[in-house]
T-cell receptor
Framework: NAGVTQTPKFQVLKTGQSMTLQCAQD?????MSWYRQDPGMGLRLIHY???????DQGEVPNGYNVSRSTTEDFPLRLLSAAPSQTSVYFC???????????????FGEGSWLTVV | SQKIEQNSEALNIQEGKTATLTCNYT??????LQWYRQDPGRGPVFLLL?????KEKRKERLKVTFDTTLKQSLFHITASQPADSATYLC???????????FGTGTQLKVEL
């Protein structure tokens, strides 16, 4: 089992460029999400999906798009990169976050993005 | 406003002592709370989950308590080792919206 796989690991972008961060999981999880992590801010939810064809916004969605065409893949698109999007991005997956059952979220290893 | 607070200052303790980390929250009614460990340059790794109707949970050298009246969770590592040095994150799930909200984490350093 590979778990949650993110690519690329490191990327430098120029302001205004677009790019896609790839995320794939092989655990047949329904729930997938993208977080960004900045010093002193913790992990902040960008977008999430509860299944193929269903996506929703998190806490900081502006400047990012997502789609979920398959259960396995959940790419994050930066439409027009800005220096404020310099961050570490984590993709995560889980069985659906039940209200009382509780489920573990499995994180990828992160993608370091610098926008200059 | 909703807030999850973890001590932003690093916690330095000696090997063999018990480390205690705190997670306080306001304006949440969490269905459960989780603790994660994060090593530098890596993604967070799940450690423990405690539900709103549970007071305490244990796993090997780890113990988590959950006081919904105080709106606080305590995370204990007994007989701490240098290998326990990492950042520890708490996260709350409130039962709606399929969202897990994270605190900013506390860095633990266990010294010989």
């Amino acid at each position: 089992n590979a778990g949650v796989t993110q690519t690329p690991k490191f990327q430098v972008l120029k302001t205004g460029q677009s790019m896609t961060l790839q995320c794939a999981q092989d655990m047949n999880h329904e729930y997938m999400s993208w977080y960004r992590q900045d010093p002193g801010m913790g992990l902040r939810l960008i977008h999430y999906s509860v299944g193929a064809g269903i996506t929703d916004q998190g806490e900081v969605p502006n400047g990012y798009n997502v789609s979920r065409s398959t259960t396995e893949d959940f790419p994050l698109r930066l439409l027009s990169a800005a220096p404020s999007q310099t961050s570490v991005y984590f993709c995560a997956s889980s069985p659906i976050l039940g209200s009382t059952s509780g489920n573990t979220i499995y994180f990828g290893e992160g993608s370091w993005l610098t926008v200059v | 406003s909703q807030k999850i607070e973890q001590n932003s200052e690093a916690l330095n303790i000696q090997e063999g002592k018990t480390a205690t980390l705190t997670c306080n929250y306001t304006n949440y009614s969490p269905a459960y709370l989780q603790w994660y460990r994060q090593d530098p340059g890596r993604g967070p790794v799940f450690l423990l989950l405690i539900r709103e109707n549970e007071k305490e949970k244990r796993k090997e050298r780890l113990k988590v308590t959950f006081d919904t009246t105080l709106k606080q969770s305590l995370f204990h590592i007994t007989a701490s080792q240098p290998a326990d040095s990492a950042t520890y994150l708490c996260a709350l799930f409130t039962g709606g919206g399929n969202k897990l909200t994270f605190g900013t984490g506390t860095q633990l350093k266990v010294e010989l």
